[in-house]
């Protein structure tokens, strides 16, 4: 008989130090979706803007933050989640602003908040929220990425030992918009955009479908052929594409929001 896993602060501490010091490290947000990440926030970006990677794992992200030129700091609540190694290659950067505590009072122009809502407990999330506001400028932007909608019992697993069952990856709760904007709005933020996209492979392969697809209706316009086109989707809409997706299947893609904090 399953018995569901209850998740701890402790046991969810526990976990995040075992998976840093593993292989699945390397399956880290920062490190394999990172540079797209920071491609769609790229007008945001730039060399005045001191940017706060808060919750921000083994530094991938904020590492990635350095090398476009953008001040950094970086705060995670793991023990282990930032190595010695890791904290050398971040301070090489003359831009690294520093591992941050929460207590400290500085403020930052940008604050990225990236796969962080859906791993929070329950009690925790209305003074994450309020964390992760109070140390974004007034005028500044509070950047939160999650997975848009996802079938949590699909993404979860089984202990052999003790027959718990679990989500892979410690997610807490499905991730919408609306819920996000509930819980951010009350802080003084306010929404400046969001987008739902994908930053796996299978996203990377829709987008080569879209634009083979593209080739094909244009090449038959060439050819004097009679267009086939699926009404029920607008090809070229990638982001249509994955709403598509995510309303078939219950979930898909990956939710960024942008907000603003009111001045």
């Given amino acids: 008989m399953l018995n569901k896993f209850t998740w701890t602060e402790e046991n969810s501490a526990a976990f995040w130090n075992l998976i840093w010091e593993s292989p699945l490290a390397k399956l880290a947000f920062g490190l394999t979706a990172g540079d ?3 491609d769609l926030l790229n007008k945001y970006l730039d060399e005045t803007k001191e940017v706060l990677d808060l919750g921000g794992g083994s530094g991938h992200l904020a590492l990635k933050l350095l090398e476009r030129g953008s001040p950094t700091a970086i ?3 793991s023990e282990t989640s930032l190595s010695a190694a890791q904290l050398d290659e971040l301070s090489i950067h003359k831009h690294f602003l520093g591992v941050i505590k929460l207590y400290q009072k500085k403020q930052y122009d940008i604050v990225i908040l990236s796969e962080v809502i859906e791993h929070l407990l329950d009690h925790q999330l209305s003074n994450v929220a309020e964390d992760a506001a109070s140390k974004v400028k007034p005028g500044g932007i509070l950047v939160i990425t999650a997975p848009n909608g996802e079938d949590l019992e699909s993404n979860s697993s089984i202990c052999p030992q003790c027959n718990a069952f679990f989500h892979r990856w410690q997610h807490q709760r499905s ?3 609306k819920e996000i ?3 951010f709005v009350p802080c003084g933020m306010r929404e400046e ?3 739902m996209t994908d930053f796996s ?3 990377l392969l829709i987008k080569e479908h ?12 060439w050819c004097g052929l009679k267009q086939s086109a699926d009404p029920s989707i607008d090809i070229e809409k990638p982001e249509k594409i994955l709403r598509h997706f995510s309303d078939k299947y219950g ?3 990956q939710l960024i929001i942008v907000l603003r904090k009111n001045q």
Avoid at 210 to 215: D, G, V
């Fill in 193 to 195: 955009m969001s987008v």
């Fill in 175 to 177: 991730v919408t918009k």
């Fill in 36 to 38: 797209r990440l920071l």
């Fill in 181 to 183: 904007l509930n819980l």
């Fill in 251 to 253: 979930g898909y893609g």
């Fill in 75 to 77: 705060y995670d609540p």
């Fill in 201 to 203: 492979n299978l996203g």
């Fill in 210 to 221: 879209q634009k083979l697809y593209i080739e094909n209706i244009q090449l038959k316009k």
